[in-house]
């Protein structure tokens, strides 16, 4: 007969294609078709009838296990089978027998809930080894209501009266004898169970129970009474299932699982079903979830299973199922689904929070604060950079989820998975919803979202991965507190620390199986991308590594670089690219689905005729080289435009849809006649170190040359300059939690131009590449230094009322630097003058904020003047203003710090320029600090080093007589000396008290740099004023290796 998807009630899935023999073998009438599934179903699906009742089976793929794959197979059959309002999950697990439970192998385990259960629910533990503890991820929903009341009546008639499955089954066999070798009952002597601590022999080549009786001690059997004929058999258990991504061959969880929650059966797919497709579960048990697994048993276990849903099915009535809710009714969209799944995910996170605030000690908790790297509510979070992705649309990601290199890198214990696209194609959204959907449960996710500019540093990252594994794993702290105890705050400004720590974590066996995410790889910052690289990569080069349970998937643009840099892991780590719309066709059935969501919604909101609704949807279909991006833009335009709701109307607005991504961002500038207004506000954010909150937007675009203090300031409210901003900038400009940043990072490199734009904007405004990094700097260079300004206006200002302040403090200096780089502008300078002074109000107030929030070392501020404060910063233009007004260039701090040696270790060329064309003293002060020249080479600043050496730092002495290469020596700074060296450092040259570097270096037991300076001729012989050589102070110190390194030299 040919079917009607419509006609179809009864969902049922299967996992493995045994279970669908078993299945099919079991339906009173097979029915053709399907005659339609939806576009992006890869399901293969049997229709038939059981009892009155339409049923549409479907299987998991050839291959592919688990609780992700289940969820896929599900959604995809109620997309195609709308009608579907009971759904089955029938097939074969793993028993849990226990003294109160007698489960043996072809028995029936029926999913029914219980106090504080629904009947399944999800763990997690890694790979189940001996020993390995679990840790329960979630109870799940119930299944039916026509479900349990027909298991309810089930069972009651088969404790009235003997069940007949066995008989059913025989039948089955009877009519297709081929299936009796594989499915008909196993001989009861090969139901082995075995004791908990028996471990079947891992290099057996086979498995089942004829293997154990040739390898396993038949001494550690557990015996058990053959059932009397007045027993059932096979037995119908009813209670709790546990399901999880891993198969169960370890009897120690399985008895601690069984002991604790009551658990009768483990399988690997009912976890993905219970909160998408309700239903029940239902398992023949052949095996004992232990490692000795028996495969003889599957073929009976699957059949009794198909038999006791069969009954089941004949208990309903069809019209009770008629009268249950449709399955795709009760989720009721996707939206309200992902939410709740972030909801419960997120109070998940923050009950482990609360819990690690419980555990750890202040110290602790001190140290967890660290890695957030908040100092300030307004400080924008590594969550908010996940938050504010859109959510996918229905339906969209399933095809990523069946993809074979998803499915295989799910199933590794470990390993890495790369996914590139080009911009606009989803990956962020992507990567949000496994995070938030799919990947919560099968392990501890830590995530990271790069972002160019703002939050896109390998610092960043390292500490976010590890404020979540430790948020959600407190044990994991003690792998962080050697290295805080010795750096203290310090601690986050090492990107090696932190690699280090991060990689101990993850290989304690505390950690658990570890996912990491990072999303947006190609936005890292350039000059840490490779470093990054090496590190993943190092984590799987070698089996031996250590870091058996950790993953990384990644995302990234599709840049040949990023792709080969993970090509050598290939063999164990897969690639999925995710091509141009019009490459794939996955894809662009994907993109008709969000069409299709878009159009829904524009409909109801300018309320379209179907008639019309169909033609805006037919002619969008049509439309060549899409992306989400664009499909995001153009409904944007379309719910802007007031165009006729007729065919026609819809014909001409199509007409004029921009036909990429770059067409519709000109569009959406062009809309406003407010344009110089639109590039203030687009600059600021160009430059913005972070994003700014609608307050600061608020204030930044208040402020002009006529402002002198903030009660100058026409402020309006939040919520009317929040309107007021979307007039100016539309959608280009989005605004999540407050904070006003780009829609997409395709918004920023529209606009940005590597040439100043010219000086006069032409009438037609075209926005492409029209603004320079520098001109946006100073867009927001401006607002900062004359907020700050403000402080100097009054008397005993009070702070809280400077909403600007704690940005301006911070970020000013950035600004103002990257501003004057193509413009000294006199007015930019003289503003920055008036902060810059240590005796003015506005320095003592920006200052503590400035340096309260980098790890740096302050300025002292009792001895500081404004050319140091210049100096530090590299302010080259105000401090050339400072040497026009003879400002002390000689001057030093409390630590004996100079202007010179400030601006040399910023690497701040043009400052050190400045100062060495007036004459200063190339050479340090005292015996407490390094010669500039030292600080430069140390921090690897070349041209500022040529500099000094040009000038003859390399000689230079300080008040003891030490060159620049005394200091290094003596603190064992290896790689500096090598620098020096060969910048032609005299080995020889002697302090005051006739002592040269090699003395030092030998004092103070630092063997390396001993044997770098014997390596270049220093001489061994040499004898200071007392008469001791470098091998009298190496007796002396008593450092017998070093002492043997002299001798031999």
């Known amino acids: 007969m040919s079917s009607q998807n419509t006609k179809y009630t009864v969902g049922w899935i299967c996992a493995i294609p045994t279970e669908l023999v078993a299945a099919r073998a079991f339906l009173d009438e097979n029915h053709e078709g399907p005659v339609y599934t939806g576009p992006n179903d890869a399901n293969s699906y049997t229709l038939g009838s059981i009892g009155g009742h339409n049923v549409v089976m479907a299987c998991l793929p050839h291959g592919e296990y688990g609780i992700a794959s289940a969820a896929s197979v599900a959604k995809d059959m109620l997309h195609s089978f709308p009608d579907i309002r009971i759904g089955l999950m029938v097939g074969i697990g793993g028993g849990a027998p226990s003294e109160r439970h007698d489960i043996r192998l072809g028995d029936i385990v029926v999913s029914t809930p219980g106090e504080n259960h629904g009947g399944v629910f999800q763990y997690d533990f890694g790979k189940t080894m001996q020993g390995r503890r679990f840790q329960t991820t979630g109870f799940l929903n119930k299944p039916p209501s026509s479900l349990l009341a027909a298991v309810t009546s089930l069972k009651v008639e088969y404790e009235l009266g003997d069940h007949e499955l066995d008989s059913a089954i025989s039948d089955i066999l009877d009519k297709k004898p081929k299936l009796r070798k594989k499915y008909k009952q196993p001989d009861p002597c090969t139901d082995r169970l075995y004791q908990k601590g028996s471990i079947h022999p891992s290099n057996s080549e086979a498995s089942g129970a004829a293997t154990c009786a040739e390898t396993c001690d038949i001494h550690q059997l557990i015996p058990r009474p053959e059932r009397l004929e007045e027993d059932d058999n096979p037995a119908i258990h009813y209670g709790l299932i546990a399901s999880a991504n891993q198969l169960m061959k370890d009897a120690s969880v399985r008895d601690e699982l069984s002991a604790e929650k009551n658990v009768l059966c483990f399988e690997m797919e009912a976890a993905g079903l219970m909160n998408s497709f309700p239903c029940l579960v239902i398992r023949g048990i052949c095996d004992y979830s232990d490692s000795h697994k028996n495969k003889e048993w599957q073929g009976y276990a699957a059949m009794a299973a198909a038999a006791y849903a069969k009954d089941l099915l004949r208990k309903i009535h069809p019209s009770r199922v008629e009268a249950e809710k449709k399955i795709s009714d009760v989720l009721s969209g996707l939206h309200e689904v992902a ?15 609360d819990i690690a605030k419980q555990t750890l000690s202040d110290k602790q908790k001190t140290c967890l604060r660290l890695f957030r790297l908040t100092k300030s509510t307004e400080d924008t979070t590594y969550e908010w950079y996940k938050d504010r992705v859109e959510d996918r649309v229905e339906g969209t ?70 404020h979540q594994l430790i948020s959600q794993k407190p044990s994991l702290i003690q792998h962080a507190m050697k290295l805080f105890d010795k750096n203290g705050p310090d601690l986050t400004n090492s990107t090696s ?92 059935e994907e993109v008709n689905l969000v069409i299709r969501h878009r159009v829904e919604r524009l409909a109801s909101e300018k309320e379209l005729s179907d008639r019309v609704k169909h033609h805006l949807v037919e002619r969008l279909l049509k439309i060549q080289h899409r992306t ?58 160009l430059a913005a170190a972070r994003p700014l909150t609608l307050s600061e937007m608020n204030v930044a675009m208040s402020i002009d040359h006529t402002s002198e203090s903030i009660y100058d300031l026409d402020l309006e409210s939040n919520k009317d300059f929040k309107i007021r901003l979307r007039s100016w900038c539309g959608l280009f400009v989005s605004i999540y939690q407050s904070k006003v940043h780009f829609l997409h990072q395709t918004a920023r490199e529209f606009l940005l131009s590597n040439l100043s734009p010219p000086a006069t904007i032409p009438m037609e405004l075209h926005w492409h590449h029209s603004i320079s990094i520098h001109d946006a700097h100073r867009a927001l260079a401006e607002p900062c230094v004359r907020y700050l300004n403000f402080l ?14 704690d940005y301006s403090a911070e970020f000013w200096v950035l600004h103002l630097r990257e501003a004057l780089m193509s413009n000294e502008d006199p007015t930019l300078i003289s503003l920055a003058l008036g902060i810059s002074d240590p005796d003015l109000r506005a320095y003592s107030v920006w200052s503590k904020i400035y340096f309260d929030r980098k790890i740096t070392i302050p300025l002292p501020s009792r001895s500081s003047t404004a050319i140091l404060v210049a100096s530090y910063f590299g302010l080259s233009a105000v401090a050339k203003l400072l040497v026009d ?43 407490y600090t390094h010669a500039p020249l030292t600080y430069a080479v140390v921090k690897g600043h070349e041209e500022v080093v040529k500099l000094l050496l040009d000038k003859g730092a390399m000689e230079s002495k300080n008040d003891i007589g030490w060159t620049p290469l005394f200091l290094p020596a003596k603190l064992g700074h290896e790689t500096v000396v090598k620098l020096l060296l060969d910048k032609g450092a005299n080995l020889e040259s002697k302090d005051i008290a006739g002592r040269t570097p090699l003395f030092w270096a030998a004092w103070n037991g630092k063997e390396a740099v001993v044997k770098l300076l014997l390596e270049n001729g220093a001489d061994l012989e040499s004898k200071d004023d007392t008469g001791m050589t470098p091998l009298s102070w190496f007796a002396w110190n008593g450092d017998k290796a070093a002492i043997k390194l002299l001798v031999e030299n």
């Open 339 to 353: 939410a709740e799944h972030r909801d419960i995910a997120q109070k998940q996170l923050e009950l482990q929070q």
């Open 397 to 466: 990601c399933e095809w990523f989820l069946r993809h074979h290199n998803f499915q295989e890198w799910l199933k590794q214990e470990s390993g890495l998975l790369l996914v590139t696209a080009d911009p606009g194609c989803g990956k962020s959204v992507l990567a949000k919803y496994l995070i938030d959907c799919e990947l919560p449960g099968l392990a501890t996710i830590c995530y990271f979202f790069f972002k160019d500019q703002d939050q896109n540093t390998v610092r960043q990252a390292l500490c976010a991965l590890l």
């Open 497 to 588: 620390s932190l690699w280090n720590i991060l990689k101990d974590a993850v290989r304690d066996p505390e950690a658990g199986p570890v996912i990491v995410v990072l999303d947006a790889l190609d936005e890292c910052e350039a000059s840490e991308l490779e470093d990054l690289v090496r590190n993943v990569k190092g984590q799987f080069r070698s089996s031996e590594s250590g870091y058996g349970k950790l993953k990384y998937l990644l995302t990234s643009r599709a840049y040949e670089q990023i792709a080969s840099d993970f090509r050598a892991l290939s063999h164990t780590s897969p690639h999925i690219h995710i091509p141009g719309e019009e490459e794939s066709k996955k894809i662009s």
């Open 628 to 685: 989400y991006l664009w499909v995001y833009l153009v409904f944007d335009y379309l719910r802007a435009e007031d165009f006729k709701r007729t065919p026609k109307g819809v014909d001409s607005t199509i007409d004029t849809l921009p036909e990429n991504v770059n067409q519709a961002y000109e569009q959406i500038l062009n809309k406003s006649n407010r344009h110089s207004t639109v590039r203030k506000v687009l600059s600021i954010i």
């Open 792 to 805: 100097n206006s009054e008397a005993s200002p009070d702070i809280n009322s400077y909403t600007f302040l």
């Open 885 to 927: 007004k003879d400002a002390g260039l000689e001057s030093t701090d409390e630590h004996g710090r100079t202007p010179l040696s400030y601006a040399a270790e910023g690497g701040y060329k043009e400052v050190v320029m400045l100062l060495l064309e007036n004459g200063v003293n190339i050479g340090s002060n005292n015996q």
